[in-house]
């Protein structure tokens, strides 16, 4: 009787050998473990399989009575089935078998199938769909474009067309969103909030590990009534996932904006340029000038991307030492523009990068930013800003000539995934 008893508990409804490689293979032989993505199979020196196979098939509700979120309501069939498995590296395995209320059914389940998807979705487009940041910015009768537009978004991307092709409409369309003094230069560049008769509108949309939120801003349509009584100026209607909202969440995405408008059109005080362009970079991140100027420590900046160095010498001084072999530092207004260009590029990506990472940028180059810079130190830039891997932040470069994009485009060849025309544009998408 008592050996029939335990033979009965210690009963396992095991994974068949079938079944255990059904579920490698349909999780692309990747740990299905939120976050993880570890791989479990590679080559070994094994002469018989020729494999190092480092994953397990865990039981979704266990595979006997005395293992974890066992449930006596399924059939032994079920219980051995593959849809009560999950693939998971060996470390993952343990876990998901010693924690069963952080790893519930529920949650067991929800992570199979968005792991089966994610491997499915690799499969059908070949791509690794990056998880986080803008994936899609949409407009309609936003200056020259007319009519509707949707474009997909890389991690990091190329916009390419001749001059006056909209180049900076697209920036700004996107930079827009970021709100503050990016906003208010796309409103009044456009009238936007006064389009309400041309069906005008924007929409950037944006993911989070498994959500996405879209944000569309058009102007309010007012009737002809209440405008004349009210004679105020023309609202913004909000929309995110398609129900009204009084305020677009500006913190989705913060937006850098190389542009000649840090030196010319921003401020028209100061004179010195690369002091205007400090205050622009105070404004973007909240802060004050002061502190921007502060923060230019040598030691703040021993390892900065394109090698400058800087050297506080007083109220609003700074002395640069440029990565060109020369061995003193100079004061900003003794180096060349491109020199004061890159020195701002390392002053900025340094203090963005100070920031917490839950915040999402996008760098974005505007054609009289980067085309200013030769070939060389275009790709340079290009290269050093796409190897970063930051995981919260994507780029926006603006070429005007085909053969500067294909330059760039060899740089990254392997982590190219599309290209997007549309007017006489071509955004080419990146990993
Ligand atoms: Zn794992």
């Known amino acids: 009787m008592t050996d029939h008893t335990l033979t009965k508990e210690d009963k396992r409804d095991d994974f068949s050998q079938l079944t255990r490689e059904l579920l490698a293979k349909r999780s692309g032989y990747i740990c299905a473990y939120p976050g993880c993505k570890r791989m479990t ?20 509700t266990a595979a006997s009575k005395k293992g974890p979120r066992y449930d006596p309501d399924m059939s032994a069939e079920e219980r051995a089935g593959e849809t009560n498995g999950i693939w998971a590296c060996q470390i993952h395995g343990k876990f998901i078998d010693d924690n069963p209320s952080k790893c519930s059914v529920d949650k067991l389940r929800r992570w199979k199938a968005q792991h089966e998807k994610w491997v499915f979705d690799r499969v059908e487009s070949g791509v690794e769909l990056f998880n986080r940041g803008v994936c899609r910015l949409s407009f309609g009768n936003v200056g020259k474009f007319s009519g509707d537009f949707a474009i997909p978004f890389g991690r990091n991307n190329v916009l390419v067309g001749v001059n006056e092709s909209g180049k900076t409409t697209f920036c700004q369309i996107l930079s827009a969103f970021s709100g503050g003094d990016h906003w208010k230069q796309f409103n009044d560049r456009f009238s936007f909030s006064k389009q309400s008769e041309n069906h005008a509108y924007i929409q950037l949309s944006h993911q989070s590990d498994n959500t996405t939120t879209a944000i569309r801003l058009s102007p309010q349509v007012l009737s002809d009534g209440r405008r004349k009584a009210e004679n105020t100026r023309q609202r913004i209607h909000i929309e995110i996932n398609s129900c009204p909202s009084p305020d677009w969440p500006r913190s989705l995405i913060r937006v850098l904006y190389f542009d000649t408008q840090l030196y010319h059109m ?29 923060s230019l420590r040598e030691e703040l900046f021993t390892s900065s991307i394109f090698g400058n160095r800087f050297r506080r010498t007083g109220h609003r001084k700074v002395e640069i030492l440029v ?17 004061q260009q890159m020195a701002f590029l390392d002053i900025t990506l340094k203090l963005a990068s100070c920031g917490s990472r839950n915040e999402n940028w996008i760098y974005v180059f505007d054609t009289t930013f980067f085309q200013r810079l030769d070939q060389q130190r275009k790709s340079y830039v290009f290269k050093r800003l796409t190897e970063l891997d930051r995981s919260n932040v994507q780029t926006l470069f603006c070429l005007n000539s085909i053969e500067d994009t294909e330059v760039l485009k060899n740089i990254q060849s392997d982590k190219w995934v599309n290209a997007e025309h549309f007017g006489d544009l071509t955004l080419h998408s990146f990993l």
């Open 323 to 339: 990565p060109d072999g020369r061995p003193f530092f100079l004061p900003h207004r003794g180096l060349s523009f491109t020199e």
């Open 41 to 60: 199979v590679a080559g070994s020196d094994d002469r018989k399989s020729g494999l190092t196979m480092t994953g397990v098939a865990a039981h979704i």
């Open 266 to 294: 921003h401020y028209s005080e100061p004179k010195d340029t690369f002091v205007k362009a400090l205050r622009y970079l105070a404004n973007v991140l909240g802060t004050d000038e002061d502190l921007v100027w502060d």
